[in-house]
């Protein structure tokens, strides 16, 4: 058997020893010095294959506590410590674990000191870090020390995953790329998802489907929608009769087989198992890795289970409450909303109206924390946070946290806008002024920076915090120092540059607007600048808003003497179901400052909006692309319609709902210069600027 370093001409014996029903306790062997001594060396070559016997067994027999605890032992043998660990919980799970809970918890702790020897970027020791420059925002990849070891080369760029694979964007496309920079996955997908279970999801023109660590898809057709996998499984759907039909819910399994075939009205995650599924109105079954039936119910709606519960309703205007796995009712339905149990705890809602009474019960249906809350977030690691209402007449403008133990105890006062999940006994919280860590007492965790403005935190090392603040990412060590910052000036062509202002007024309120410096001419320069400001909504904002907007911008074209800022925004009402973004262009001549419209590039008389106009309902009509334009809504460009230019290209762009669905951002459309040269001013101003 050959180790990480190749055959060594010694042989190795597996004995499969015999246990009880069709389990084995596996060992692998080689002699020496006069006895078999273990092997480990050999361990991840040959112990997969002890996986996939054990995978089979727990498939067949998934109540079978000896299956699960020798799938957990085989996965940490083969170096797969994420299996390992959800198969030593399910094992854990059950009421006489096997072979024990002492040896199930030692096995446990081996299979963690494993996660962080092996695990998450603290391994690669790279974090995606973005440049602004002259073609936009670029990412790459900093060392712990700030040094850029990836250059800034993609449009978009993620952290880096167990396997020391990172999905990256370039093009419009995304990626895979290992931490050479070679690529694993070539950027051709419209998305890829993180790698869950070594497996992830890709969207490409055929629509979802379902890939290996190595990039191969590994589904026999593309599907309208693939879930991550879970469990080893991933819920998939296919609609009969086009957009408009009915679809069907089934599962692959991590070949990418129809392991139970697309059969469901609806279907749930698989979990130690389990999953909980649709079959029609009024009928929820509970099914096993296979699609076998182990309990079906007669109930309008029924939830995704946890800790051996699942929520319910018994009719369609009905109150939830919680069945065991049988269809016992176990805690009557009282509540207008119940979310799963965990770790013996469930938030549910018991207000009558329109505003919320959240509260958090036990097993036996009591109240650990009183129904009297506008949010309740379980934050992992026996901890809750308590939202109360910022307006308890306007509940939907959001809450004020406190931290709560697994009892009930509140830990802290109601200080925190925003709290994450905990990880490492960490939380990271923003008030309206500062963003810190907090411990598990609910109280700043002592040794940490704070940070001026509000976002969050991640300790991806032990002495290296990320952080997003102020919409705006940095590396910073324990001190407080800056490692690594996104830089706040563009340089252009000498002498020109673009410098990053903030203008933060109010907590709802954050605008980065840019302005020019290197101008000859200051009056201008000056009052270029004046204008970006007005333009990128720069202005006084009382203490109190009943809605957030935040700016940023790009260069977005830059040749010769122009320079062509993307000034972007987004308005959100508070209660909102979505904002509305806004996007608008500054199109500048840095020499006397002119900032152009659409006639500047056109001859003078000459009829550019009904040749444009003809121009993109052409388009509209004839592109199968542009088939989501709303009918008979266009009715051509206004003299100053909004666009940008490139090079060779001007570009005429909408807003959202004005043409298209809000799904559809910014329905925009390319006209070459070469399709409109006779009515291009080519002695003009505007074209001269970039076409010297």
Same mark, same amino acid.
């Given at each position: ?49 002890? $996986? ?9 027999? %998934? ?48 299979? @963690? ?17 973005? $440049? ?55 950027? +051709? ?8 279970? =070594?497996?992830? !999801? ?14 191969? +898809? ?7 929608? !693939? ?19 009915? *679809? ?5 399994? *991590? ?73 016992? +009712? ?52 026996? =901890? ?45 919280? *923003? ?8 411990? =598990? ?8 920076? @704070? ?13 290296? !915090? ?5 919409? @705006? ?21 000498? %002498? ?43 202005? %006084? ?72 106009? *003809? ?78």
């Amino acid at each position: 058997m050959p180790s990480p370093a190749g055959k060594d001409g010694i042989a190795e014996i597996a004995l499969w020893i015999h246990d009880t029903g069709d389990a084995y306790r596996v060992e692998v062997l080689r002699w020496k010095n006069g006895i078999f001594v273990p092997a480990p060396d050999v361990y991840r070559y040959y112990f997969p294959t002890v $996986v996939r016997y054990y995978e089979q067994m727990t498939q067949q027999h %998934p109540d079978y506590s000896f299956y699960w605890y020798y799938l957990a032992d085989a996965q940490y043998r083969a170096g797969m410590p994420q299996e390992a660990l959800a198969s030593v919980h399910k094992a854990l799970s059950f009421d006489q674990p096997y072979p024990s809970r002492e040896r199930l918890l030692e096995l446990e702790r081996n299979i @963690r000191q494993m996660l962080e020897i092996i695990g998450m970027p603290r391994v690669v020791g790279l974090f995606p870090a973005s $440049v602004k420059t002259t073609e936009g925002v670029k990412w790459g990849y900093i060392n712990n020390r700030g040094k850029m070891e990836i250059r800034p080369l993609y449009d978009d760029a993620r952290d880096f995953q167990e396997s020391g694979l990172a999905i990256v964007g370039l093009n419009g496309k995304y990626g895979i790329i290992d931490i050479s920079t070679n690529y694993v996955v070539q950027p +051709v997908y419209e998305m890829i998802s993180p790698f869950s279970e =070594r497996r992830a !999801i890709v969207i490409d023109g055929q629509g979802f489907k379902l890939i290996d660590e190595t990039g191969t +898809v590994l589904t026999k057709q593309a599907y309208p929608f !693939i879930s991550n996998m879970q469990d080893g499984r991933s819920v998939f759907y296919v609609t009969n009769g086009g957009n408009g039909g009915t *679809s069907r819910y089934g599962y692959l399994d *991590s070949q990418g087989n129809e392991i139970i075939s697309a059969q469901y009205e609806e279907a749930n995650d698989f979990e130690n198992g389990r999953a909980v599924v649709k079959i029609k109105d009024n009928e929820y079954a509970l099914i096993g890795r296979d699609g076998r039936k182990l309990a079906t119910y007669p109930y309008t709606y029924v939830g995704p289970h946890g800790d051996g519960l699942l929520a319910f309703k018994r009719e369609a205007a009905g109150k939830y409450g919680y069945i065991d796995e049988h269809g016992t +009712v176990v805690i009557p339905p009282t509540y207008t909303s119940a979310f799963p149990f965990h770790d013996g705890r469930a938030v549910v809602n018991a207000a009558e109206d329109y505003k919320s009474n959240y509260g958090v019960i036990n097993k036996q249906g009591m109240f650990v924390v009183k129904p009297e809350y506008n949010d309740i977030r379980d934050l992992g690691d026996e =901890r809750l946070a308590l939202g109360r209402a910022v307006d308890p007449e306007q509940p939907f403008l959001g809450s004020k946290y406190a931290i709560a133990d697994w009892k009930g105890t509140v830990l802290s006062e109601f200080l925190y806008q925003d709290v994450s999940n905990f990880q490492d006994d960490l939380a990271s919280v *923003s008030d309206t002024k500062q963003t810190y860590f907090i411990d =598990r007492s609910g109280k700043p965790a002592p040794g940490f920076p @704070r940070f001026t403005g509000t976002g969050s935190l991640t300790l991806v090392q032990k002495d290296l !915090i990320k952080a997003f603040i102020d919409q @705006r990412l940095s590396y910073i060590n324990r001190d407080g120092v800056v490692i690594w910052g996104q830089n706040t000036v563009i340089p252009l062509k000498s %002498p020109y540059l673009v410098k990053e202002e903030k203008y933060k007024p109010n907590p709802d309120y954050l605008v980065y607007n840019p302005q020019v410096e290197g101008m000859t001419d200051k009056a201008a320069q000056q009052m270029v600048n004046s204008k970006l400001k007005e333009m990128s909504q720069v202005k %006084p904002i009382p203490g109190k808003l009943d809605y957030s907007y935040s700016g940023d911008f790009e260069v977005a074209f830059y040749k010769q003497k122009l320079l062509e800022l993307e000034l972007n925004g987004y308005h959100y009402p508070s209660g909102a179901a979505h904002g509305m973004p806004t996007k608008t262009y500054a199109i500048i001549n840095l020499v006397n400052g002119h900032m152009y419209t659409l006639k500047d590039l056109f001859k003078p008389g000459s009829d550019y909006v009904k040749e444009l106009s *003809s121009i993109v309902g052409k388009q509209i009509k004839e592109d199968p692309q542009y088939s989501y334009v709303f009918p008979g809504s266009y009715t051509g460009i206004r003299p100053d319609h909004p666009f940008f230019v490139t090079e060779n290209a001007i570009h005429l762009y909408f807003s959202p709902y004005e043409i298209a669905p809000y799904a559809a951002g910014f329905p925009t459309f390319t006209v070459p210069f070469e399709q409109i040269r006779g009515i291009v001013n080519t002695d003009g101003e505007f074209w001269k600027s970039f076409h010297a």
